[in-house]
């Protein structure tokens, strides 16, 4: 597969368990966040997003929290399942911007 | 995704060679990217394309250029490819969604090595 992410953070988790990834952002004008999923040998993937007027947003087995104070983004993935083994971007947008940003990526394993 | 499509999947060539790597989408989208992705640093803005006549460079534009032939085509050419330009390159299409943010859609990515 490809060779992405070779240096990254890691998170090793049971199947079952509840994984937590966590993202610092550094811009104070983003206003919109984004976590995208990659698969080896895929391109990233939408999993869900969220605005800075919002704290924390629900998906099917997806939360995402926003904590601006601190300025740092979290993805939540109940009963984490093989399937979820992928490389985890979180990604920022400004207001009005048309550019986004993507951290360095966290590459999340479930152990069987 | 394939409603992105990206061609070649993988490519070698030679230091000084000119390349050309090509994206179409069914989308319909107005919107288009190119990344370069590196181990441990991310996806990195190469260029990106508002519409058919606005182009735009992004933060590594160095060394590639773009045309957008088409709203369904958006292709990078790497002029005279050198070995840092080793990477993993995506092209990414992208929407507004009703939140008011965007989107993107990734390709499935081309993987070159520049010898």
């Known amino acids: 597969g490809e060779s992405v992410g070779l240096h990254l953070p890691t998170l090793s988790v049971q199947e079952g368990d509840n994984s937590i990834i966590n993202c610092a952002y550094s811009n104070s004008a983003s206003d919109y966040f984004i976590w995208y999923k990659q698969e080896s040998g895929k391109g990233p993937q939408f999993i869900i997003d969220i605005r800075s007027n919002m704290d924390k947003r629900q998906g099917q087995r997806v939360t995402v929290l926003l904590n601006k104070t601190v300025k740092h983004l979290s993805l939540q993935i109940a009963a984490t399942q093989p399937g979820d083994s992928a490389v985890y971007f979180c990604?920022?947008?400004?207001?009005?911007?048309?550019?986004?940003?993507f951290g360095a990526g966290t590459r999340l394993f479930v152990k069987a | 995704d394939a409603d992105v499509t990206q061609t070649p999947r993988n490519r070698i060539t030679k230091t000084g060679k000119r390349i050309m790597l090509e994206c179409s989408q069914t989308?319909?989208?107005?919107?288009m990217y190119w990344y370069r992705q590196d181990p441990g640093l991310g996806l990195r803005l190469i260029y990106y394309s508002f519409d058919v006549k606005d182009i735009n460079k992004g933060e590594i534009s160095d060394g590639y250029s773009v045309s957008r032939q088409a709203q369904a085509k958006f292709s990078l050419s790497l002029e005279s490819a050198i070995p840092n330009q080793t990477a993993l390159y995506f092209c990414?299409?992208?929407?507004?969604?009703?939140?008011?943010?965007?989107?993107?859609?990734f390709g499935p990515g081309t993987r070159l090595l520049v010898l």
């Open positions: 990604a920022e947008m400004e207001a009005g911007g048309f550019k986004t940003i």
């Open positions: 989308k319909g989208h107005d919107r």
């Open positions: 990414a299409t992208s929407d507004i969604r009703t939140s008011g943010g965007e989107t993107q859609y």
